[in-house]
């Protein structure tokens, strides 16, 4: 169980409670928010980055190598690897610290979207060769790797590949296009789920380390996400030939490996909606004392002020669900439905207090360019991403309705 400290997990928290994690995550969230309101604030004002302005390969390399250099780039990994010790929880609070900083890197300083978070689950499977090959220099910022799963018939059922991997002697050709691959525009290697059967009729799914840069791949990046960042593209594969070695665990058994950590996996998605959320309502509130209408602060209008309290009263209570099964998962609990419900709740109440942030800015609210707007636009994308909210819900029910099953038998 986490210790207890009175640290405060960001510069300026919304909510003045006792940190819940432990002194070791306190001390992490210190010296990530020196990275963090320190070097990496200089750097985006020195480049221009902001969440409207993506940075380029080598900006983001060197910011890899920076948090690496620091402790951070590789803590999510298993202890063996140099990774650091921790708990559910103090991963979810630490997460959170991040995105709560509204940092354009905060995605970066972990490598949640082309490092080290990819590959350290995939260590009990790994080979030597995959090891020194792919894992070691994606751990150490030398390379980066992004997992290519989607396909434009295969989102929520996951199982509906295309793309085709099949055996032909010491090596494996793949065929296929993969569609909305987060981190693939700066991507040297990718995870890639392929279908291996020669029976169409049988779902048959393996996992593949694949090298980006060799022939007969390309990315393609000719599209944005809604909210305007570029760090998305599809994969297309003709005729790619990759050692059979790269194969990863046992054929057959790829969507087993994808989804092991699922319920993990979902919650830990749920650290950056409420992170994004306390910024939302923490510009809301900082605009409402600041802008002025019919001789006073807006702030002193019941409606502005219900609408504040109806969103920090919701992100409160994301929070609470949030830590309350990562305590579970700690305590060694499955949290199948819990995790779903965190997704489902985090996600829905993330937007709801974005769109109340928008409308209490007004006008300024719905220009381009203001981080408001912008956070309007990227939690509005979490309700689809990771697992819609429409799966949550089936995911949910169909946990009550086994219990309900389970009991009447």
Not at 131 to 155: Q, S, Y
Not at 334 to 339: G, K, N, S, T, V
Not at 364 to 375: A, D, N, S, T
Request: proline share 4%; charged share 20%.
């Amino acid at each position: 169980m986490s210790s207890v400290s009175n640290h405060a997990p960001t510069p300026d928290s919304i909510f003045n409670t006792v940190f819940e994690g432990s002194p070791q995550a306190a001390e992490l969230i210190d010296r990530i928010n020196e990275f963090l309101y320190g070097e990496l604030a200089a750097l985006a004002t020195e480049k221009g980055i902001d969440h409207e302005h993506s940075p380029d390969r080598d900006t983001l390399r060197h910011v890899w190598r920076r948090s690496h250099a620091l402790g951070f780039y590789g803590m999510t990994l298993p202890p063996q690897m140099g990774g650091t010790p921790l708990s559910v929880l103090d991963h979810v609070l630490i997460k959170e610290a991040i995105y709560a900083s509204g940092s354009p890197f905060a995605p970066h300083v972990l490598g949640e979207l082309s490092g080290p978070p990819r590959v350290g689950a995939l260590a009990r499977q790994a080979t030597p060769y995959h090891m020194e090959h792919f894992i070691v220099p994606v751990a150490r910022a030398d390379k980066a790797i992004c997992f290519a799963l989607t396909e434009v018939e295969a989102g929520s059922d996951a199982g509906a590949l295309q793309t085709q991997a099949m055996r032909e002697g010491d090596d494996f050709v793949i065929n296929g296009r993969k569609r909305f691959i987060s981190g693939s525009p700066f991507a040297d290697f990718a995870v890639l789920m392929a279908a291996t059967s020669t029976d169409p009729r049988q779902r048959e799914i393996s996992a593949f380390f694949v090298d980006l840069t060799q022939p007969n791949v390309r990315v393609e990046t000719g599209y944005k996400t809604m909210a305007g960042q570029s760090h998305t593209g599809d994969i297309v594969l003709e005729n790619v030939r990759i050692p059979a070695a790269n194969l990863i665990g046992e054929q057959g058994r790829g969507l087993a490996l994808a989804l092991g950590r699922i319920n993990v996996n979902r919650l830990l998605h749920c650290p950056a909606m409420v992170g994004l959320a306390s910024v939302a309502l923490r510009d809301a509130r900082d605009y409402a004392s600041q802008r002025r209408q019919f001789g006073r602060a807006i702030g002193e209008f019941q409606a502005i002020q219900h609408m504040l309290a109806d969103m920090a009263t919701d992100l409160s209570a994301a929070r609470a669900l949030m830590i309350s099964t990562a305590r579970q998962i700690d305590a060694g609990g499955e949290a199948r439905m819990e995790a779903s419900m965190t997704k489902l709740f985090c996600s829905e109440v993330g937007f709801r207090i974005a769109d109340k942030a928008v409308q209490i800015h007004g006008g300024e609210g719905i220009v381009q360019g203001r981080r408001v707007e912008f956070l309007f636009r990227m939690l509005r994308m979490y309700r689809v991403l990771t697992g819609t909210s429409e799966i949550q819900r089936n995911t949910i029910a169909r946990e009550l309705l086994g219990a309900v099953g389970s009991a009447q038998r």
